[in-house]
T-cell receptor, first 112, second 118 residues
């Protein structure tokens, strides 16, 4: 059972453009939704996270949009830069949960 | 910035052999985790460990897997008799407090060990 579905699998964006990655979840017990960024040879690193009591969270060029009724959330990267080229994973966990349920990842390439 | 260190970065083993993957969590962290990522697939939870006991494990973590904190600094994952399908990237993580919303520095992942079973 795939608890978190992520799309697209890969994404190519021009420098300065907006990168959008989407995730959908099934388990209504999930209440914490982080995005992780992974560079080659490195482990996933927390980028930004949201709880369902807000519909949007912004940190610099990165924004999470959250739609609780649709059970969907997305990552928007504004003014995408070549340094943003990485794999991005959405994840979810239940309240007081001990483990993350990850999406399958999106490989983002930002072309100069 | 504190890091979770995993060794080796890449290990090749023959099918049926035992393998031990090693992790050095961040020094003041008390909760430890293993995840794996089969190539091209999602990162999957294997096990969490606290106070020298497994606190949670997934259905993937069957009898061929075991974890140990042998000396107070290392955290190991042992696969007793490796299968071809165990080939994956294995990530160790640690956190100060339990749970996925642990306070900063929070749930921190290592850079992984790529295990190739031939």
């Amino acid at each position: 059972q795939q608890q978190v579905k992520q799309s697209p699998q890969s994404l190519i964006v021009q420098k300065g453009g907006i990168s959008i990655i989407n995730c959908a979840y099934e388990n209504t017990a999930f209440d914490y939704f982080p995005w992780y960024q992974q560079f080659p040879g490195k482990g996933p690193a927390l980028l930004i996270a949201i709880r369902p009591d807000v519909s949007e969270k912004k940190e610099g060029r990165f924004t999470i949009s959250f739609n609780k009724s649709a059970k969907q959330f997305s990552l928007h990267i504004m003014d995408s830069q070549p340094g943003d080229s990485a794999t991005y994973f959405c994840a979810a966990s239940p309240f007081l949960g001990n483990q993350f349920y990850f999406g399958t990842g999106t490989s983002l390439t930002v072309i100069p | 910035e504190p890091e979770v260190t995993q060794t080796p970065s890449h290990q090749v083993t023959q099918m049926g052999q035992e393998v031990i993957l090693r992790c050095v969590p961040i020094s003041n962290h008390l909760y430890f985790y293993w995840y794996r990522q089969i190539l091209g697939q999602k990162v999957e939870f294997l096990v969490s460990f606290y106070n020298n006991e497994i606190s949670e494990k997934s259905e993937i973590f069957d009898d061929q897997f075991s974890v140990e904190r042998p000396d107070g600094s290392n955290f190991t994952l042992k696969i007793r008799s490796t299968k071809l399908e165990d080939s994956a990237m294995y990530f160790c993580a640690s956190s100060v407090l339990g749970g996925t919303r642990a306070l900063s520095p929070g749930y921190t992942f290592g850079s992984g060990t790529r295990l190739t079973v031939v």
